[in-house]
């Protein structure tokens, strides 16, 4: 009985250590989101990027196809919002965090621009990934 109940607050004590290892994963990403969030509103696009995976394996997959790399991503956006009244003010929301494994999420949210050329609307599933010590999107899906 002794060994069942070390065993059990062991497993109770590894639980409640990896909800909370999520829990930080968690906020981190939305720390990434807020950042990014911040930085397209300011009709910053290189700042924005930077919550993107800077390799040429980095994936985009919007309206227009598949857009592979980070250089190619970044001047899609720039064709696609040149100026601040295209950029306008960005809002999100997260509709769910779901870890895939040690190291990896994915995200499920809408986003909502508020801008002068009219307002859009749309939904979007990142797929983050820890590396070296940063979380950082690695395939984004948006329309």
Not at 18 to 26: A, I
Not at 42 to 51: K, R, S, T, Y
């Given at each position: 009985?002794?060994?069942?109940?070390?065993?059990?607050?062991?497993?109770?004590?590894?639980?409640?250590?990896?909800?909370?290892?999520?829990?930080?994963?968690?906020?981190?990403i939305q720390?990434?989101?807020?950042?990014?969030?911040l930085?397209?509103?300011?009709?910053?696009?290189?700042?924005?990027?930077?919550?993107y995976?800077?390799?040429?394996?980095?994936?985009?997959?919007?309206?227009?196809?598949?857009?592979?790399?980070?250089e190619?991503?970044l001047?899609?956006?720039?064709?696609?919002?040149?100026?601040?009244?295209?950029?306008?003010?960005?809002?999100?929301?997260?509709?769910?965090?779901?870890?895939?494994?040690?190291?990896?999420?994915?995200?499920?949210?809408?986003?909502?621009?508020?801008?002068?050329?009219?307002?859009?609307?749309?939904i979007?599933?990142?797929?983050?990934?820890?590396?070296?010590?940063?979380?950082?999107?690695?395939?984004?899906?948006?329309?």
């Open positions: 009985m002794k060994k069942f109940v070390i065993l059990f607050c062991m497993v109770c004590a590894l639980s409640a250590f990896s909800q909370t290892n999520e829990d930080t994963d968690k906020k981190a720390k990434v989101l807020k950042k990014q969030r930085a397209w509103s300011d009709n910053n696009l290189e700042g924005f990027m930077e919550g995976w800077k390799s040429d394996s980095l994936k985009f997959y919007g309206s227009n196809g598949v857009t592979y790399g980070w190619n991503t001047e899609r956006y720039q064709k696609a919002y040149p100026t601040k009244d295209h950029t306008g003010k960005l809002s999100f929301r997260i509709n769910d965090i779901t870890k895939i494994s040690e190291g990896a999420y994915y995200v499920l949210g809408e986003y909502h621009l508020k801008r002068e050329v009219g307002n859009a609307d749309g979007f599933m990142l797929v983050f990934k820890k590396i070296n010590g940063e979380w950082k999107i690695i395939a984004d899906t948006s329309s």
